[in-house]
């Protein structure tokens, strides 16, 4: 191996190494921002919503988190825009949910 072709083996180790490192960089700031923008939907949820209609949130992102955070923006968007009077209880949680979870529709097999 020649000093040339180890010289642009360096070059291109480096190379790596920096987009790598710059690539970090990138994904570490998403994560912060991602955080972020949780933080100021849990502030928003708990100024909006009593403790029992965010436990059945919180039980609902156990099963389906991106149902529950579906709920969460909308939920958001609602306190944002100004149109709750009130917290929302767990039974307008439960009126809110029924209306947007399609009913589940039943199937009988008979075999004679």
């Known amino acids: 191996m020649g000093d040339n072709e180890l010289a642009e083996l360096r ?15 990138v ?3 998403e994560l912060r921002h991602q955080q972020q923008a949780d933080a ?3 502030l928003v949820l708990l ?11 919180n039980n609902i992102r156990l099963t389906k988190p991106d149902f529950a955070r579906a709920i969460e923006q909308q ?3 609602l306190g944002q825009s100004g149109r709750l009077k009130q917290k929302i209880t767990d039974a307008q949680l ?3 949910l029924k209306q947007i979870i399609p ?3 039943e199937f009988n097999i008979r075999r004679g």
Do not use: F, G, N, S
């Open 75 to 77: 939920l958001v968007l």
């Open 94 to 96: 439960k009126e809110l």
């Open 47 to 57: 100024q909006i919503m009593e403790p029992e209609a965010r436990e059945r949130l």
């Open 103 to 105: 009913a589940k529709k």
């Open 27 to 29: 994904m570490e700031e």
């Open 40 to 42: 100021q939907i849990h």
């Open 11 to 25: 070059r291109r180790k480096m190379a790596e190494l920096q987009r790598q490192t710059v690539d970090q960089q």
